[in-house]
């Protein structure tokens, strides 16, 4: 089992950065394919990013591409979205997520074994 643990979010004008960070503890932190996930109030939890174990392939939901970059260190267990030229509708909680006994990086949520208690991200305009 892994524990992962958000932080990072907050509140930002449209246009500007952030950086989530999710610790992880327990298992080994490589084992795991990472997700972030975000949900918005009254929708759906979507996906936004994934990252294989090694950090050598990464997939990105459309809504973020070009804007968000994951990457992880597994040296410090901790996986990262850096979240630029941010837009009001980026606003949700994000959760990060591990997905276990794969290589696969999958975009249901419903295919993640683990998940964190979430950060909020709120982008005002």
């Known amino acids: 089992q892994v524990q992962l643990v958000e932080s990072g979010g907050g509140l930002v004008q449209a246009g500007g950065s952030l950086r989530l960070s999710c610790a992880a503890s327990g298992r080994t932190f490589s084992n795991y394919v990472m997700g972030w996930f975000r949900q918005a109030p009254g929708k759906e939890r979507e996906f936004v990013a994934g990252i294989s174990r090694g950090g050598d392939r990464v997939y990105y939901a459309g809504s973020v591409k070009g804007r968000f970059t994951i990457s992880r260190d597994n040296a410090k267990n901790t996986v990262y979205l850096q979240m630029n030229s941010l837009k009001p509708e980026d606003t949700a909680v994000y959760y990060c997520?591990?997905?276990?006994?794969?290589?696969?990086?999958?975009?249901?949520?419903?295919?993640?074994?683990?998940w964190g208690q979430g950060t909020q991200v709120t982008v005002s305009s």
């Open positions: 997520a591990a997905r276990s006994y794969t290589t696969a990086i999958m975009t249901s949520p419903t295919s993640y074994d683990y």
